[in-house]
């Protein structure tokens, strides 16, 4: 049974920098991309962007300029670093696994964590 | 970006009832869809994709159409443990996008 674990810091300041990491446990983690979404409190879900095992990344471009994605195979973790903040950053953010039979689905997801940013 | 218009918003429905939720993408995007539940406080949680192809334990009550723009989730028997938000996602071209949800209510 494939089960993602996420963690990092829930309480940011303006202009700081988000960081969240994402664990995979079971199943392969080749073969597959790793991907992160967030959700507004209270609204739908916007996707943030996703990365291969290899490293090949795809990006959200409305994040694009703030946005990084970075794999650690050697732990089967990856990684969501997001710069300046603002409060419209406030979300519960998620990892997901993206399907490797079925490109962009999402058959797995982390618990999901509330990020705000305040000042 | 593709716009993935779902609707309605919300229904009002009772156990047994059935319910069909609609989603529309702005441009086509063949079957390359997938349809999410999320219960209040967790992660959503995969019910179908390739449109009409059910994921690994999902009850047969559920179901999908569609193609190229327009699609439908159908709940053939409501129950009590499928109140809920059901999102559409289109998987044809990035970035990914979500519709806005529709929320499942006890009537």
């Known amino acids: 049974q494939v089960q993602l674990q996420q963690w990092g810091a829930g309480l940011l300041k303006p202009s700081e920098t988000l960081s969240l990491t994402c664990a995979v446990y079971?199943?392969?983690?080749?073969?597959?991309?790793w991907t992160w979404i967030r959700q507004p409190p209270g609204k739908g879900l916007d996707w943030i962007g996703e990365?291969?095992?290899?490293?090949?990344?795809n990006y959200n471009p409305s994040l694009k300029s703030r946005l990084t994605i970075s794999v650690d195979t050697s732990k089967n973790h990856f990684s969501l670093n997001l710069t300046s903040v603002t409060a419209a950053d406030t979300a519960v953010y998620y990892c997901?696994?993206?399907?490797?039979?079925?490109?962009?689905?999402?058959?797995?997801w982390g618990q999901g964590m509330l990020v705000t940013v305040s000042s | 970006d593709i716009q993935m218009t779902q609707s309605p918003s919300s229904v009002s429905a009772s156990v047994g009832d059935r319910v069909t939720i609609t989603c529309r993408a702005s441009?086509?995007?063949?079957?390359?869809l997938a349809w999410y539940q999320q219960k209040p406080g967790k992660a959503p949680n995969l019910l179908l994709y390739?449109?009409?192809s059910l994921h690994s334990g999902v009850p047969s009550r559920f179901s999908g159409s569609g193609s190229g723009t327009e699609f439908t989730l159908t709940i053939s028997s409501l129950q009590p443990e499928d109140f809920a938000t059901y999102f559409c996602?289109?998987?044809?071209?990035?970035?990914?996008?979500f519709g806005g949800g529709t929320k499942v209510e006890i009537k």
């Open positions: 390739a449109a009409s």
């Open positions: 990365i291969s095992h290899s490293g090949s990344t």
């Open positions: 441009q086509g995007i063949s079957s390359w």
């Open positions: 079971g199943g392969s983690f080749s073969g597959n991309y």
């Open positions: 996602q289109q998987a044809n071209s990035f970035p990914l996008t």
């Open positions: 997901a696994r993206g399907s490797g039979t079925y490109t962009g689905v999402l058959d797995y």
